[in-house]
């Protein structure tokens, strides 16, 4: 079996579903705690999960999803992504408009992780080797395309990095 040498968009797109399970599993670690501090650390988190989902959507279905949509015969897979981003955006904005965690909080925060799981297997067992496969596609620009934009989002929101 051949070996990429190269990074392309999938290996980006994956580092930021690696980055934020992280986040979740951290906020769920808080969850059983009481203490005052643990419930202003999940709210930073979950402010964060949220922002680091909005970029990483946002760059999807500009950048990746339409290349993807235009380079495979099996777009079904790509329009349940999108509905699945939708549910996922519902999520985020009730979670953002939420002033402090009330009892639905935690709930909301772990439904969302849950979401997110399930989309990052279906791009990482799905979308992710076929976009491989498809010779129309040049990942490895992609990328570069993918963290630029990525970047001026982060920025935008007031968090460059």
Known sequence: MATRSAKDACDLLDADHKNVKKMFKEFEELTGSRARSAAQKKMELAKQICMELTVHAQIEEEIFYPAVRAAIKETDLL???????????????????????????????????????????????????????????????????????????????????
């Not at 709930?107 to 799981?117: F, N």
Request: no cysteine; aromatic share 4%.
């Open 79 to 161: 329009a349940e992504a999108e509905v699945e981003h939708q549910s996922a955006k519902d999520l985020i904005a009730q979670i953002q408009q939420m002033a402090d965690a009330d009892e639905k909080f935690d709930a909301k925060v772990t439904v969302l992780g849950e979401y997110i799981d399930h989309h990052v297997k279906e791009e990482r067992t799905e979308m992710f080797p076929k976009a491989r496969a498809a010779r129309k596609l040049d990942l490895i620009a992609m990328r570069e395309q993918l963290e630029t934009r990525k970047e001026e989002l982060m920025s935008e929101m007031g968090q460059a990095g």
